[in-house]
């Protein structure tokens, strides 16, 4: 058959089953975001009057930094495995490289060796890398006043943030806004009124499942998840149910000129019309 579905095809378990031949990210592949990278980057050249042309990047799958040819009078800013970071900072400071490298802020000043050699900047950065990690993330550096070892930094903090909205504003998919017939309920419809605490039960005979309205599949678009078409009866109960939830909610969310409002065709009435 044309239609036949394979196996495979929304198949949780045999997703899982694939996902455990996958290899595995830990936080010593947080891969930084472009966006990130350069806003920490423009902080550190202005704030350190870096030239962004000596600035390297040693850390990278397979790359070797204690074998890594840095020139003269580089500066090195990147982001290098956590579970060796003392040990990456103890060879720059011994052999008096500049740095400027990416911490986990919770743990930051752990590394007893070298902690007293070294800044850290504690600037309230919460970045999500390109592996899907989340860290409080700080620096660690020994560049500028070699006296201070712990310090704020509002201004890089803000533009990390600012830059880590943007990328996930650029990720969030816009869906559509619909609003459907009367006749029609959908699961986050009936969620919506079991949150405001309201009673609403469909019985068997006052519906039948539908996947799309005929308009929608004229334009290749259906209802995300499926819905319900509804008897006259089952509507009486439904819009006594969303009175009730309108009591309890302040205004709509959406505003009216934002959504496109389906109506149901002609066959579908004569559904609507042999239900209850």
């Known amino acids: 058959m044309n239609d036949q579905i394979s196996i495979f095809t929304d198949n949780p378990e045999y997703e899982a089953f694939v996902n455990k031949f996958k290899p595995k990210k830990t936080t010593d592949d947080c891969y930084t975001p472009p966006k ?52 990456i900072c103890e060879f720059y400071l011994d052999c008096e490289i500049s740095f400027f490298l990416f911490a986990p802020s919770l743990t930051a000043l752990s590394a007893k060796n070298v902690c007293m050699r070294m800044n850290h900047i504690i600037c309230d950065a919460c970045i999500t890398y390109e592996n899907g990690a989340v860290v409080c993330t700080a620096f660690v550096t020994n560049l500028g006043d070699r006296e201070t070892v712990a310090q704020t930094a509002p201004k890089l903090g803000a533009a990390i943030n600012t830059a880590v909205r943007k990328i996930k504003k650029e990720q969030v998919r816009q ?38 309205l005929d308009a929608q599949k004229e334009k290749g678009k259906g209802i995300f998840g499926g819905g319900l078409l509804l008897s006259h009866r089952a509507v009486a109960e439904k819009k006594a149910a969303e009175k009730k939830a309108e009591k309890k909610t302040e205004k709509r969310a959406a505003e009216k000129s934002e959504i496109h409002v389906w109506k149901l065709s002609d066959r579908e009435w004569e559904i609507v019309e042999s239900l209850g």
Do not use: M
């Open 36 to 87: 990130v990278y350069e806003a920490v980057k423009d902080w550190v050249c202005e704030e350190y009057g870096v030239n962004p042309d000596n600035i390297v990047r040693p850390f990278y799958p397979g790359g070797d930094y204690e074998n890594f040819s840095y020139p003269k009078g580089c500066v090195v800013l990147d982001n290098p495995p956590f579970s060796i970071l003392a040990k």
């Open 175 to 212: 869906l559509p806004k619909y609003e459907y017939p009367d006749h029609v309920v959908t699961a986050a419809l009936i969620n919506r009124y079991s949150k405001y605490g309201v009673d609403f039960k469909i019985k068997r005979s006052d519906c039948v499942r539908i996947s799309a």
